[in-house]
């Protein structure tokens, strides 16, 4: 079974509004989680490092205010997409490192459409 | 320059085909390196991790040229179920433990 989920697997909302997309360790505890970005026939791009108890690191070119993360608790980040546009849908995919880089686990990904 | 690179494919190849898929990778300093497989609108997959002697799991098998910084992945007697996308994965062990994915390789195999 999963180990990492993420919560919802689809969402479709409209400009201008926000989406919230939870990922959630299952059996364990993850200090650091990551997040993805997946366009149509593009490779996964890591957004942003999510690491609990204090502010995600963000990849060059990602907006921090745009796509907020938090990490409160050893098994829940959160990526929140901001004033959504259509250019923001996406598969959105979290994973969680468990054992200290040795074992990575996927969520099953969110699928984001702004219309 | 991608940090990592692949053919994307797609390949086409009947049902027993042996096809192997090559990487490159740009950082010299990448520590990790892993084949991932990645069905349409899924999460992917950890397939295998490739280790400097090359492994080989069933019908896989992954090498790794540090030298020329090239990863291959092999795999023998193609079935159906293993038409998907396969991702070659580096991971820059930084602080953060990474994992830079290539844009993937597309295999389809026919019956």
């Known amino acids: 079974g999963a180990v990492v989920s993420q919560h919802p697997s689809w969402v479709i909302c409209k400009s201008g509004t926000s989406v919230k997309i939870e990922c959630r360790s299952l059996?364990?505890?993850?200090?650091?989680m990551f997040w993805y970005r997946q366009f149509p026939k593009q490779s996964l791009m890591l957004m942003a490092t999510?690491?609990?108890?204090?502010?995600?690191?963000?990849e060059q070119g990602v907006e921090k205010d745009k796509f907020l993360i938090n990490h409160a608790s050893l098994t829940l980040s959160t990526l929140t997409v901001t004033s959504a546009h259509p250019e923001d849908s996406s598969f959105y995919i979290c994973?969680?490192?468990?054992?200290?880089?040795?074992?990575?686990?996927f969520g099953e990904g969110s699928w984001l459409t702004v219309v | 320059r991608k940090e990592v690179e692949q053919d994307p494919g797609p390949f086409n190849v009947p049902e027993g085909a042996t096809v192997a898929f090559n990487c490159t990778y740009s950082?010299?300093?990448?520590?990790?390196f892993f084949w991932y497989r990645q069905d349409c609108r899924k999460e992917p997959k950890l397939l295998m991790s490739?280790?400097?002697s090359g492994n080989e799991d069933g019908r896989f098998t992954a090498q790794l040229n540090r030298a020329s910084q090239y990863i291959s992945l092999l795999i023998r007697d193609s079935k159906l179920s293993d038409s998907a996308t396969y991702l070659c994965?580096?991971?820059?062990?930084?602080?953060?433990?990474?994992?830079?994915f290539g844009s993937g390789t597309r295999l389809l195999v026919r019956p």
């Open positions: 994973s969680a490192d468990r054992d200290s880089g040795n074992t990575i686990y």
């Open positions: 059996d364990f505890q993850a200090t650091t």
């Open positions: 999510s690491n609990e108890g204090s502010k995600a690191t963000y």
């Open positions: 950082n010299s300093a990448s520590q990790s």
């Open positions: 490739v280790y400097s």
């Open positions: 994965v580096v991971n820059s062990m930084d602080s953060s433990y990474k994992l830079i």
